[in-house]
């Protein structure tokens, strides 16, 4: 390697499982080189949470990152771990750093089949992370109430519409906004991620009701698609498709998959729980933040497991799957491979991935796995012997 990983440790039973992925399938097979920060809580409450910003500006200099599941505190963990106070979710703060879009993709095996049975592809879901009803501003009015949309100009002068006289009936009243700039990050980002993955890239929204707010976001992508990457996408014989958000998810249902599909906020959050569930499991998903300049950090979508920690602790044996946390590193790895242009670290990066699936192909898996799978001969493993099953085959690959 000639440029590091920023290495973002992090909590829990991934904590445990990021360990062993790096001594039993990094460090013997690559010369591996990172900037290791420690995201784990009882880091990040000693540094004031200031290591979780220098992780992420260390991203934004060297380019690709990789990261363990962290806890987002709440009240309990707060007491747990006996924190100075209740800090943000890691995973909040790097993506406001980097002004990313996260793109979340299932890990396909043959003997854990998606439910809809024409899916044969990964479908990556890329979900836009701002604004409209995550910061919503709303209110339950009372019979009588008038609720109207005040807009009040830079001059000071005020243009008001009525929403609804609510009359004789009590009722709800929300508004939500967007701001251009960060639909046009959005924007980027997912072309810009459609050409690294060569995939079509779906866009769908609700234009013909929403004529101003969801068809603002139909008129940037297409002004970015044309203004910036209708050739390039040409060249890499990939297309742009925008429909309404009902026709694309008719589509989506009978497609063979393989595409990335851009979603506004709500729909990327309901949807990316429909795909990963539909493709098996959300200990199979991985998860991978791209900023609008191409600065990359990569991720499980999965959190760090707790309750698998806990039997852990207490010295019981765990099944937990490594899958996602593997991915995360091989992407990692072959991103900074291709980015450094070393041909070898994209073929390590490749076999692994490989020796992964064939593992599980091969009947070996972790419990989560062998309760959904298809397949009659399986053996259940435990996290650590899961792992080695994997270097097992990987040497064989070597
Ligand atoms: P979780 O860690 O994703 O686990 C929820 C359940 O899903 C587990 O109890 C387990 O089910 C199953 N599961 C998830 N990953 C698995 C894996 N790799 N192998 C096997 N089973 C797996 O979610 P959580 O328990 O709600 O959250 C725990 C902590 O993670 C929280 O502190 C939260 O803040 C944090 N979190 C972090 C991230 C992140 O850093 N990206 C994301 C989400 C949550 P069974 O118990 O039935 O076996
Ligand atoms: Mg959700």
């Given amino acids: 390697m000639i440029t590091p990983l920023v290495e973002m440790d992090g909590d829990e039973m991934t904590r445990v499982l990021w360990q062993m992925i790096k001594d039993e399938l990094l460090i013997p097979f690559i010369d591996l080189k990172t900037e290791y920060y420690d995201l784990g809580l009882k880091n990040r409450n000693e540094t004031d949470d200031q290591v979780t910003v220098d992780s992420a500006n260390a991203t934004l200099k060297y380019g690709v990152a990789v990261k363990c599941a962290t806890i987002t505190p709440n009240a309990a963990r707060v007491e747990e771990y006996n924190l ?70 830079a001059d000071g002068s005020k243009e008001e519409r009525v929403i ?36 079509d890239l779906w866009f769908g929204a609700k234009d013909t009701i929403s004529k101003q707010y969801d068809h603002t976001f139909k008129d940037i992508f297409q002004d970015v698609f044309d203004r910036e990457y209708k050739e390039k996408f ?59 300049t191409g600065v990359y950090e990569y991720e499980a979508a999965h959190g760090t497991v707790q309750r698998h920690y806990y039997k852990h602790l207490k010295g019981e044996e765990t099944s937990t799957n490594s899958v996602a946390t593997i991915f995360a590193w091989t992407g990692a790895l072959r991103k900074r491979g291709e980015l450094d242009n070393i041909p070898e670290l994209v073929k390590f990066a490749n076999k692994l991935e490989f020796a992964t699936t064939q593992t599980i192909e091969e009947g070996k898996m972790t419990k989560d796995l062998a309760m959904i799978t298809s397949m009659t001969e399986t053996v259940t493993l435990n996290s650590h012997d899961f792992i080695v099953a994997i270097r097992k085959k990987l040497e064989t690959l070597i």
């Avoid at 539909?278 to 900023?291: C, E, P």
Wanted: proline residues 3%.
């Fill in 234 to 292: 040409a060249e890499a014989g990939i297309e742009y498709f925008y429909s309404l958000i009902d026709d694309i998810v008719a589509r989506i249902m009978k497609s063979k998959g393989g595409m990335i599909w851009a979603c506004k906020n709500y729909d990327g959050d309901v949807m990316s729980d429909m795909i990963s569930s539909a493709f098996g499991s959300l200990a199979m998903m991985t998860s991978v933040l791209v900023s609008p």
């Fill in 84 to 153: 100075k106070k209740m800090y943000k979710s890691p995973n909040g703060t790097i993506r406001a750093i980097l002004n990313g879009t996260v793109f979340r993709t299932p890990i396909v095996v043959k003997g854990i089949t998606p439910c809809v049975k024409n899916w044969k592809e990964p479908i990556t879901i890329a979900r836009h992370a701002y604004g409209d009803v995550y910061q919503n501003v709303e209110e339950k009015v009372a019979k009588g109430d008038k609720a109207s949309l005040v807009i009040t100009h």
């Fill in 164 to 199: 609804h006289d609510f009359g004789e009936a009590e009722g709800i009243v929300q508004t939500m906004h967007n701001v251009n700039g960060s639909i046009e990050s959005f924007a980027k980002s997912c072309f810009n991620y459609a050409l690294d993955q060569k995939k």
